[in-house]
Nanobody
Framework: HVQLVESGGGSVQPGGSLTLSCVAS??????LAWFRQGPGKEREGLAA???????QYSNSAKGRFTISKDNTKNTVYLQMNSLKPEDTAMYYC???????????????WGQGTQVTVS
């Protein structure tokens, strides 16, 4: 069982940046990803990364968001730049994928961290 704890959310003005962090309880968690769910919207995959360096971004995330991983800290990050009001959402970390794909069956989810852009 893997526990995931997100942090780094908050309020930011349009055009601003935030970096989200997600710490995994299990060492060497192979594959981690970021999702979000805005008010009244379905959950949306953003980016996935595995320990072999493979990654996948959604169209929403490409060009503005960057996923990275510090294996020594069991932590995955999501650097978000040029934030827009439509990026307002609860952001979730997920784990359990076998390869870095946003369509994987993620077995583990964090509680989320709120990002508000206004």
């Amino acid at each position: 069982h893997v526990q995931l704890v997100e942090s780094g959310g908050g309020s930011v003005q349009p055009g601003g940046s935030l970096t989200l962090s997600c710490v995994a309880s299990a060492p060497d968690t192979y594959c981690l990803a970021w999702f979000r769910q805005g008010p009244g919207k379905e959950r949306e995959g953003l980016a996935a990364l595995d320990s072999d360096g493979r990654m996948q971004y959604s169209n929403s995330a490409k060009g503005r968001f960057t996923i990275s991983k510090d294996n020594t800290k069991n932590t995955v990050y999501l650097q978000m730049n040029s934030l827009k009001p439509e990026d307002t959402a609860m952001y979730y970390c997920a784990a359990g994928c076998e390869v870095a794909t946003l369509t994987a069956d993620f077995a583990y989810w964090g509680q989320g961290t709120q990002v508000t852009v206004s």
